[in-house]
């Protein structure tokens, strides 16, 4: 971060010199230097009218020999000054003087004597290397003091002593490796320190304490990677913290909840990767919270920020991987105002998130990869009060029929009330490499309605739930999976499963360890017939290492009386069992499945089955059933993609039901113990879309109570 108050400062200089009286050359004023009256302000605001002798800019190599006795104000910015040979303690009006950019290699060179006037003291740009003890005896009413960029590596720590008044300190861009708490001892008044550009990387606890009067703290630019619990105890009045491009991988939340008034929270620019629960909770006077350029955040977890009773704004932008903000990420945030979240990678904002917020009143969602689905259409329901900024620039990016088409413009109405899950793409990568021994998080979040479940599928085809943890793996209810202490053993294919009612989505990824992962084993694929009925057929098969995907493949054998139909259905990774229903009695079938590995090699196994004969009490209503079956579905079952939805609203209409498409083909639950059982992957509807008419559908509604389930 740049010094802005020298800056702006300058600014004002430069404008003021043109409305302002000059008072014009004196016989006193030194050679090429220009003496005038100018506006002034101290540290503190107050605006003064003060004698300036300006000499910046002129290449001096020592102070000029005379100087006005009123003089109030002194530049000598860019010049090539190294040392002060006479005392200039006879200016006793002295209350500025500006030595930045010139050529000091000691503060001690300065010779300032006593000057009680002096309240801004400008040594920025020079080429400090050490603050010894006692160099600025005489300067009791020093407000501000300037040294940042300069080489300091050390400060003594009577560095400041005499300095009673000082309230602002600029250490940035300096060569500090380290923060004392003693030099702060003498500056008890101090209310603006910036120390970031240094290279400090850790600060030990306590630093601050004697800083009670503390108000701004600037920790920008200094590899910062983690914050002790007791860091920035006894900065009771600070208001503002900056930590902006630092390394901190998790928010110091303990830290933080050490400073009791803490208003506006810079953390951007840092690799955190996702804001937790609990993260930013009871910091009862937080106003602005940035979380903006933050190349690893992923997520935004349920009550990450929860009762921040003043909380107005959060900027969280231009964060390539967040793609995920739970529908009750923000809980008691009864004044925020603005939600700014453009330019991130979300597929959707539930509107539990907005509702959530009574007061809110302008949201940023642009430059997102915005999914138009039944998740964002509220978006479109013109019952929101609220203000989205850049309106124009809010497009949808998948599914594919509506990419590039305004979100405005969408018929959101036609659409059913529950959508498919979509795994966010930038939330995990699709391949890692870790060493042997080290730990990794894969960050699976999810977006859909109902809200999907998430599990994940390890190479060897086990499946973990939510909330399990072993002493190598660990799944959180979010979908995070941690990887402990990793051996070549957990090497392999990871999938990501995320389900609701309507389907699923998946994403894998390859976690190699040391570069490379363990062979699979070359088992044989091993079909098994669990249960024969008229019309069903329960298969189950062994587990693959790596397993990238199966298929099962049915057909009737030629020479039985219906038509000759091959369906196809493809099944999550983890799932070992089908069962094969509405096929017809005594008609011998042949079943294969086809799996592949991470390696594309593919291993097909085939059985010849044939189904049981009928029960003649039944037989009537099951071939009524197997016809209209047969009608519907076409022959192949699709893929899961967004095609699925529409379809599946078509179908809906046509057949006028009021139930939901997959109930009526999705096995039953409740008679198979299996835990591996997964059904409602497949997708019936692949292939038949149709034309569809208007479909009154309900606002959806998420509940914002305060549970992450
Ligand atoms: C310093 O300022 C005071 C108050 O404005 C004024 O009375 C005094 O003459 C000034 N001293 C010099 C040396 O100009
Ligand atoms: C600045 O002064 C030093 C001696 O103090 C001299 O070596 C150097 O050349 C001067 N630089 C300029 C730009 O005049
Ligand atoms: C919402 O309002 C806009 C403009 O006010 C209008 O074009 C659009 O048709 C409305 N949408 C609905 C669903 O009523
Ligand atoms: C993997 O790499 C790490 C660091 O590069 C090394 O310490 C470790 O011994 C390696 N492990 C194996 C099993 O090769
Ligand atoms: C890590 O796993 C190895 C075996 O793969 C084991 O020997 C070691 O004790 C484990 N380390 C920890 C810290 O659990
Ligand atoms: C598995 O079979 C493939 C060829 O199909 C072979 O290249 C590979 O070495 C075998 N792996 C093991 C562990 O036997
Ligand atoms: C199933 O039957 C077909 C002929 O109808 C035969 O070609 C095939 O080998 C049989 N498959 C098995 C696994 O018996
Ligand atoms: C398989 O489906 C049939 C027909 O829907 C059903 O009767 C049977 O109970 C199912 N089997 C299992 C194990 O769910």
Redesign the pocket.
Known sequence: MKDTSFNACFFVGLAVTAIVQTVGRNKDCPKSCICETRPWFTPRSVYMEAPTIDCNDLNLDSLPQRIPAETQVLLLQSNNISKIENKIDYLVNLTEIDLSQNNFLAICDINLGKMLQLMSLHMEENKLTELPDSCLPGLTNLQELYVNHNQISSIAKGAFIGLDNLLRLHLNSNELTMIKSDWFEAIPSLEILTIGENPITKIQDLSFKPLINLRSLVLAGIKLSELGDNTLVGLNNLESISFYDNRLVTVPQAALQKVPNLKFLDLNKNPIQRIRQGDFKNMLHLKELGINNMAELVSIDCLALDNLPELTKIEATNNPKLSYIHPNAFYKAPQLETLMLNSNALSALYRGTVESLPKLQEVSIHSNPIRCDCVIRWI???KTHIRFMELQSLFCFDPPEFKGQHVREIPF?EMTDVCLPLIASESFPSHLNVDSGSSASLHCRATGQPGPEIYWITPSGSKLLPNTATDKYNVHLEGTLDLFNISNKEAGLYTCVAHNLVGADLKKVVVMVNGSFAQSRNKSLNIRIEEVTAHSVLISWEAVTNRVSSNIRWSGKAGSETPQLTFTARVPTDMRVYNLTHLNPSTEYEVCVRVADIRQQTEKKCVNVTTNGLDPAVQSSGQTTTSALVAVLGAVFGVISMTCLYSCATWKMKRDSSRSCLERYTPNKATFPSNTFYPPAINLWGTVKEKNGPLEVKATVIDVSASCS
């Open positions: 479109n329901m013109n109405r």
